[in-house]
């Protein structure tokens, strides 16, 4: 059984393009190399309701994971955790565990400047501390907010910061770990061959033979435009390591060649 996760990206820079979702990319890469499934990424505006909503829908799908980044941080817009909140019916409380790590945090950063150690909890610091109640706080060991941990009957929801930096830290210390436990020995594999002098439209039905011949192989074209007609061919396969990935891709990659070549066109696999 394959480990289903879903992203939910939050912000409306991103929805404006102020910003690129350079952190749906990267989770994207980091999940599927763990050997779990990435099935949807959705992104949205700072608005509770829709956090909320979006937040119930992809939980009635049931995927093993939820993650959402973005919204954490001390500022009126950084609104996640209401949205959560909402979402499972939850009241706003001041987490003594999550006020205690945005005070060390914040003494840390007043040590490395020379400053007082006596850290005046401003209502914007206060802020990174209220949560759902019937969550948990995630160490953050980058920046000041605090992640969100909960469980919702089988899905397991993990609410990260909008920062890059602060995201992948959290996601490769807390998250990471969890997900390979949870794929059990599931792992992923790609190679890439790349066709030369045929048109993606005849290539179509070779695909398709290819993928019904290698179950579990899944071979997607990607027409790479350079003074030569180039498409590259890339076969990904999520399996057991005893279950030999390596040497079925390298099978369907040969079947794939051999039809190409018949049809009239040449390959390499650079």
Known sequence: MSISVELISIGNELLIGKISNTNAHWLAQQITKLGALLT???TIPDHIPTVAQTINEAIARKPHYIITTGGLGPTFDDKTFQGIAQALNYD???DSQALEMVKQKCQEYAKKRGLSNEIDMTPSRIKMAVFPQNTQPVTNPVGTAPALYVKVNETVLFSLPGVPLE????????IAPQIV???????FSEKSVFAYDIAEA?????????MADNVGVYVKSHPMWTQKRRIELHLTLLSRLEELPKEKLSKAAEELK???EVNGGFVSSE
Do not use: H, W, Y
């Open 92 to 94: 706003m409380a001041v």
């Open 40 to 42: 949807r990424i959705t």
């Open 167 to 174: 995201m992948e830290a959290i996601f490769s210390q807390t």
């Open 202 to 210: 005849n290539l179509a039905p070779l695909i398709d033979k290819v």
């Open 258 to 260: 051999c039809l190409i």
């Open 181 to 187: 436990k949870s794929v059990g020995g599931v792992v």
